[in-house]
């Protein structure tokens, strides 16, 4: 009898571009940080990078600016630039994404004042978070080092007597983000000549859990020297690879196939949730490939 065992070999894959979540209260660093970076593609929700000094940062290192005015407090903004960026050839390494506190709670706010009266049980919520889901999946195909700053929340809970207490500084933040990606840092600023991290949650060898490392002393902006270093600088400065997308021809013969042959669309529609897509045309030609082989094959079964 045939095994039903669908296991593979473990697969040592490289470690790719960094996906990681900066958090900490205003002003500690977190976007002087980010925006060190190579070649940054910055995506201001908060329009506190149209001031001077951050637009020279941008300027010196090369990198581009997206701000309110451009439509940035939308998730389909992002979105959509981020499928540009994973399709298009360009110059940028990676993407900052600031803030993404501001993004989900406009979200939030806009389906509150949608719902009315009817806002119970967190439904303003509900959109927010599906949008942030929809946001990962593109942010885990995108062949760039992506960078999330969000601010900080305070998690209370109870002592032993039954009292309000602060236990943990947390990221104000969709409270499943940093556990779809590989790292979270929350940065402080202890005094005027240091700056810090601390990592909050990993899943990278270069960054041990709980571990606290400076990025800055006195004058001297280590941040990203020292990041890199933990993380391979090779990886994080390696050359962008677009995503090919499915021919126009492929998705014909998608469309083709699927006109003569008996299809569940229930079936259909967790085949476009797995690929994280809306319409065949958003495919990797290798996924287009292999759709138009599955459905070659149901023909002849």
Known sequence: MASKLKAKEPEIKPLGKSKSLFFGKTGVGKTKLALNFPKPYYYDSEGGARLGH???????????????????RSFSTLIEQIDALSTEQHEFKTLVIDSVTKMFQTAVQE????????????????????????????????????????????????????????????????????????????????????????????????????????????????????????????????????????????????????????TDEKELDKMKTKLDIDEWTEMRTEDAAKMVSWLKGKMTA
């Open 111 to 262: 389906e509150s004042e949608r719902l009315g009266t009817k806002d119970v049980f967190g439904a303003s919520k509900k959109p927010a978070t599906s949008l942030m889901r929809k946001l990962i999946a593109r942010v885990d195909r995108l062949d760039m080092n992506v960078i999330f700053i969000a601010h900080e929340a305070t998690e209370w809970g109870k002592d032993d007597t039954g009292q309000r207490v602060e236990i943990a500084k947390i990221p104000d933040a969709y409270d499943k983000l940093s556990h779809e990606l590989d790292l979270t840092l929350r940065i402080e600023r202890p005094s005027p000549v240091l700056r810090t991290a601390t990592v909050y949650k990993t899943r990278l060898t270069g960054f041990p859990d709980g571990e606290r490392f400076d990025l800055m002393r006195g004058k001297d902006d280590i941040g990203y020297a020292e990041f890199a270093k933990r993380y391979g600088k090779d990886f994080i400065e390696a050359a962008v690879v677009p995503i090919v997308l499915a021919t126009e021809e492929q998705v014909a013969e998608i469309n083709r196939l699927l006109g003569i042959i008996k």
């Open 54 to 72: 951050y637009q020279q940062w941008l300027k010196d290192v090369g990198g581009k600016y997206l701000g309110p005015e451009d439509g940035t």
